[in-house]
């Protein structure tokens, strides 16, 4: 019998499988696709010449999580990459805003572009992570409350630190533009930043998250794993079988087998029933875990009612091309960035995304475009571009602000109709751009949940990131961390704390707490060992 199932073989699950196999424990890994790795991967199916992403491509949260770099997947063939540039925001006067690998290159660039005030503020701004690096980026990892990373920063910063801290942890990233700068580039570079997630200018928050992924990118670029991000799965695939572990695709887990309170193992859409001695550790949805793959009856109905709440965050459309040349941008700087974010000024952003969250599909999409040959020369023949085009829609159409009447149905015509639109926004920016598709695929919504279950509604992060459904209110109130009121049973998704991205940390949190209620030391030297005594010890009992 198995130690530990895993259900969902995504970035998480896959991270969960590898701590709990490094501690000693027999694990299977159960995955509805038919390939490993749920939101990272990738795929010649646009062009044969062309690997293009199908989900994720950028990994900061990677290159900077305790969680992936313990693994030392760079032993099992991952290789990174990064663009010269890591990000771009044309300005509709031609200007670019950049952001570089390196704080001083930031600094000059700043200065060049938007004058001393804003590089000065650019490096009050990047101090400040400098001072917390690196116990911010652990205690952001770590299950909430984090009680140990909490002291260490607490240490660092004493009362005022902690209170500017606060601060800014509730600020709009408007607001924190008009603070800091004069001119209006660093700021949008932030509140790009901030729409990666579903968080408008405006809300609290926005600020501190838009902070984070520049910061994140000044220090660890926003790396690719080089030839698609398969790759990046594919070593932790092989990471975990070189240790034992196995992974079943094609097999849908549809119930978790409950037995007074406690997980016994899992029935799969086959009819299988396979049993888990100590553990079983979901990366699906809270809403699918919850009342679905356990019945309601298991749970306390304060769940239940928290379930019903669960916020989504916006839906996305995905455009993948293949492009028989560069992308012609008329802010030259653009064409050396891996991302470049489509949306001219400050007053664009609001606009967009107050029309997203009140389901008016928006006219002109914010868009966020990613330059994958120029960010690793292995994705596409040399001269052309893989590349691709997301942005955010609403969950639910209740008007098309746009003149193609898109209805929310999703259906082939509205998925055309949102990609025009799309290319449209890039030819704004980069007139001829079209001239240059040589293929393209449309990944609507009900197609992107259709790929990877836990994309319900196109949602790429697991839920909304809004202050109110973070911390110990992710995915509901009272929680915060991977145990469940099931005993032996893990929220290991994205619906868990700390929230969407490619970290792994929801997995590996979810690993460690089902090693801890097993009496499993998780330090990465007596870990292996004592899991091995324990792993005996609890044969002899079964036998
Ligand atoms: C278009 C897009 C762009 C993104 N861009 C980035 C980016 O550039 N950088 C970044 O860091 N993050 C990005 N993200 C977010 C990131 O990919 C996700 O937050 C991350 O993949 C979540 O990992 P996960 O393991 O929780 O879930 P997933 O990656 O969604 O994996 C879940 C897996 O579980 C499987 N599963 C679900 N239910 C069952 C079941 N009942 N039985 C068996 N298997 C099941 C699914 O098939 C899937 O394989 C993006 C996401 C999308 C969709």
Request: neutral net charge; aromatic residues 6%; proline residues 7%.
């Amino acid at each position: 019998m198995t130690d530990a199932i895993v259900i969902g073989a995504g970035p998480n699950g896959l991270v969960a499988a590898n701590v709990l196999a490094d501690a000693g424990w027999r694990v299977e890994v159960l995955e509805a696709q038919d390939q490993p790795g749920g939101a990272v991967r990738s795929d010649r199916g646009v062009h044969p010449d062309y690997v293009n992403d199908l989900f994720s491509s950028f990994y900061p949260l990677a290159a900077a999580s305790p969680a992936i770099t313990a693994l030392g997947l760079e032993d099992h063939g991952l290789t990174w990459s990064h663009a010269p540039i890591v990000l771009a925001h044309p300005l509709p006067d031609g200007r670019c805003a950049l952001l570089h690998r390196g704080l001083e290159t930031n600094i000059d660039a700043f200065e060049r572009s938007f004058g001393r005030p804003d590089a000065l503020a650019w490096r009050r701004l990047s101090r400040l992570w400098q001072e917390l690096d690196p116990c911010l980026v652990r205690a952001m990892f770590a299950p909430f409350p984090p009680v140990r990373t909490g002291l260490a920063l607490a240490a660092r910063l004493r009362a005022a630190g902690l209170l500017r801290l606060a601060r800014l942890a509730a600020l709009p990233v408007r607001r924190m533009a008009e603070e800091e700068f004069d001119r209006d580039g660093p700021g949008l570079l932030l509140a790009g930043c901030a729409l990666h997630a579903d968080l408008l200018p405006e809300s609290p928050g926005s600020a501190v998250f838009g902070w984070l992924m520049a910061m994140l990118g000044q220090q660890y670029g926003w790396p690719v794993p080089v030839g698609g991000a398969s790759a990046l799965s594919g070593a932790l695939v092989r990471r975990l079988e070189s240790r034992g572990g196995t992974i079943r695709c094609g097999t849908r887990v549809s119930e978790v087998v409950v037995r007074s309170g406690r997980a016994l193992g899992v029935r799969t859409a086959d009819g299988d029933s396979v049993r888990a001695r100590r553990a079983v550790l979901a990366d699906v949805p809270a809403p699918h875990l919850y009342g679905g793959l356990v019945a309601g009856e298991h749970l306390p109905a304060g769940l239940l009612d928290g379930v019903r709440r669960f916020q989504w965050d916006f839906a996305t459309v995905k455009v993948d091309w293949a492009l028989d040349g560069p992308i012609p941008w008329s802010a030259d700087e653009a064409r050396r960035a891996g991302t470049v974010h489509l949306g001219a000024t400050m007053a664009d952003l609001s606009d967009y995304a107050l029309q997203v969250t009140t389901g008016r599909l928006p006219a002109r999409p914010f868009g966020l475009l990613g330059q994958m040959t120029t960010a690793d020369p292995s994705r596409s023949p040399a001269g052309t571009e893989s590349a691709w085009m997301y942005t955010h829609v609403p969950q639910h159409v209740v008007d098309d602000l746009g003149p193609d009447g898109i209805t929310g149905r999703w259906d082939e015509k509205e998925g055309e109709a949102i990609a025009h639109r799309m290319e449209e926004q890039v030819e704004r920016f980069a007139p001829g751009f079209g001239d240059h598709v040589a293929a393209r695929r449309v990944l609507t919504p009900p197609v992107l949940e259709r790929l990877d279950g836990n994309l319900v509604g196109g949602a790429i992060n697991g839920g909304t990131t809004a202050a109110h459904q973070q911390a110990v209110l992710r995915p509901v109130p009272g929680t915060g961390r991977p145990e469940t009121p099931i005993e032996r049973l893990y929220l290991a998704s994205a619906c868990a704390h700390p929230g969407g991205g490619v970290h792994g940390a929801c997995g590996a949190n979810a690993a460690r707490a089902a090693l801890r209620a097993q009496g499993v030391v998780t330090g990465r030297l007596l870990g292996p060992a004592l899991a091995a005594a324990q792993r005996a010890l609890a044969g002899a009992g079964d036998a």
